[in-house]
């Protein structure tokens, strides 16, 4: 079994920021993509920031250049800095990750955390 347990959230002002980092443990042999959606009151969950294996990242086109993500593939850890932060930016925000847990496996499985609440008051 994976588990991903995420830390940083919490309570921020509009305009500060909060760093999110998320560990995955567990049966791992390599970790494909990892990333971060997140999901909103009476929203459906979207997509934040993607980042594969060789540190290639996407991110969703409203949040270009106030978040980034980065990840650390010895310690199978991914973190999303967050600045700017806005009251649109209220969600809770889930880490996942896409892995292999033998030699022998073909494909990856998505992995979810269990989620970290972020508020931004205006």
């Known amino acids: 079994q994976v588990q991903l347990v995420e830390s940083g959230g919490g309570l921020v002002q509009a305009g500060g920021s909060l760093r999110l980092s998320c560990a995955a443990s567990g049966s791992i042999f390599r970790i494909d993509a990892m990333g971060w959606y997140r999901q909103a009151p009476g929203k459906e969950r979207e997509s934040v920031a993607i980042i594969t294996n060789g540190g290639g990242a996407n991110y969703a086109d409203s949040l270009k250049g106030r978040f980034t993500i980065s990840r650390d593939n010895a310690k199978n850890t991914v973190s999303l800095q967050m600045n700017s932060l806005k009251p649109e930016d209220t969600a809770v925000y889930y880490c996942?990750?896409?892995?292999?847990?033998?030699?022998?496996?073909?494909?990856?499985?998505?992995?979810w955390g269990q989620g970290t609440q972020v508020t931004v008051s205006s």
């Open positions: 996942a990750a896409d892995v292999r847990t033998s030699l022998m496996s073909t494909t990856s499985r998505r992995y």
